[in-house]
């Protein structure tokens, strides 16, 4: 892909997800959502993107295997595509935020953005590291229940089976899709580091430390939201039982 044809791609990917996104907001909404259709729209959005994108990222890797022994130069269209397109998407949701959030809110979440489109960009500008970006990508894979928990949780469903099996699988691939993939990357940008500009690897190296705290302290708060503090509360419900059995 030319430089033309990475902006035509990533330009495509913006609308496509604008689009995405006023779609929802003519779905019907769960009554609950409806204090902040906003919200409600954007985490849909959001998966889309990781539905599109995780499946996507898996299938690079399939059809073109030789991109996993060498992710600094070997690519296909299709993988730089996928780069281009979750740039696009992050751009969209970056400026839905700044338009419709305050600042102090989604700090977080536009800096996450930031560092990602940043990244993302060198590769796809240069034509390098490719397959590390997609490698990042399965991260995707895990957004897909992650989302789907916010929008369950939205729609006041947290008390379902749905809602439980969902839970316990987005543990599972926060564990092997996030934690993993991310530490992988870590150990291969230090084993390659003679292999990389030492300006690459200075923003792929900040950018893993960053995504690597942000999880560390996401994957904490569901643990304690989705399995710490329904253990506590099914203790206080028995201890409220036994009182009550005292009483009579």
Same mark, same amino acid.
């Given at each position: 892909?030319?430089?033309?044809?990475?902006?035509?791609?990533?330009?495509?990917?913006?609308?496509?997800?604008?689009?995405?996104?006023?779609?929802?907001?003519?779905?019907? #909404?769960?009554?609950?959502?409806? *204090?902040?259709?906003?919200?409600?729209?954007?985490?849909?959005?959001?998966?889309?993107?990781?539905?599109?994108?995780?499946?996507?990222?898996?299938?690079?890797?399939?059809?073109?295997?030789?991109?996993?022994?060498?992710?600094?130069?070997?690519?296909?269209?299709?993988?730089?595509?996928?780069?281009?397109?979750?740039?696009?998407?992050?751009?969209?949701?970056?400026?839905?935020?700044?338009?419709?959030?305050?600042?102090?809110?989604?700090?977080?979440?536009?800096?996450?953005?930031?560092? %990602?489109?940043?990244?993302? =960009?060198?590769?796809?500008?240069?034509?390098?590291?490719?397959?590390?970006? %997609? #490698?990042?990508?399965?991260?995707?894979?895990?957004?897909?229940?992650?989302?789907?928990?916010? /929008?369950? *949780? /939205?729609?006041?469903?947290?008390?379902?089976?749905?809602?439980?099996?969902?839970?316990?699988?987005?543990? =599972?691939?926060?564990?092997?899709?996030?934690?993993?993939?991310?530490?992988?990357?870590? *150990?291969?940008?230090?084993?390659?580091?003679?292999?990389?500009?030492?300006?690459?690897?200075?923003?792929?190296? #900040? =950018?893993?430390?960053?995504?690597?705290?942000?999880?560390?302290?996401?994957?904490?708060?569901?643990?304690?939201?989705?399995?710490?503090?329904?253990?506590?509360?099914?203790?206080?419900?028995?201890?409220?039982?036994?009182?009550?059995?005292?009483?009579?």
């Amino acid at each position: 892909m030319d430089l033309q044809s990475v902006l035509l791609t990533t330009s495509a990917s913006v609308g496509f997800f604008r689009v995405v996104n006023y779609s929802f907001g003519k779905l019907p #909404v769960p009554e609950t959502a409806q *204090r902040n259709t906003w919200k409600w729209r954007n985490i849909s959005t959001s998966f889309v993107h990781s539905f599109i994108t995780g499946i996507w990222a898996v299938l690079c890797f399939c059809m073109h295997p030789q991109m996993a022994e060498d992710l600094i130069e070997t690519h296909s269209v299709f993988s730089h595509s996928l780069v281009s397109v979750s740039i696009g998407y992050f751009i969209h949701d970056f400026l839905d935020m700044v338009l419709h959030q305050k600042i102090n809110q989604s700090w977080e979440l536009l800096f996450h953005h930031i560092v %990602v489109i940043t990244c993302f =960009g060198i590769s796809v500008l240069t034509f390098r590291y490719v397959g590390f970006a %997609v #490698v990042a990508l399965l991260v995707e894979i895990n957004s897909i229940f992650l989302h789907l928990r916010q /929008m369950l *949780r /939205m729609a006041c469903v947290s008390k379902s089976v749905l809602y439980r099996v969902n839970s316990m699988i987005n543990l =599972g691939t926060y564990v092997v899709f996030r934690i993993n993939t991310l530490a992988w990357m870590t *150990r291969w940008l230090v084993l390659n580091r003679e292999h990389i500009p030492l300006l690459s690897y200075t923003v792929g190296s #900040v =950018g893993l430390a960053i995504m690597t705290v942000m999880n560390i302290v996401l994957f904490y708060r569901l643990l304690r939201t989705d399995f710490l503090k329904s253990s506590r509360e099914k203790e206080v419900k028995k201890e409220k039982e036994k009182e009550k059995d005292k009483e009579m």
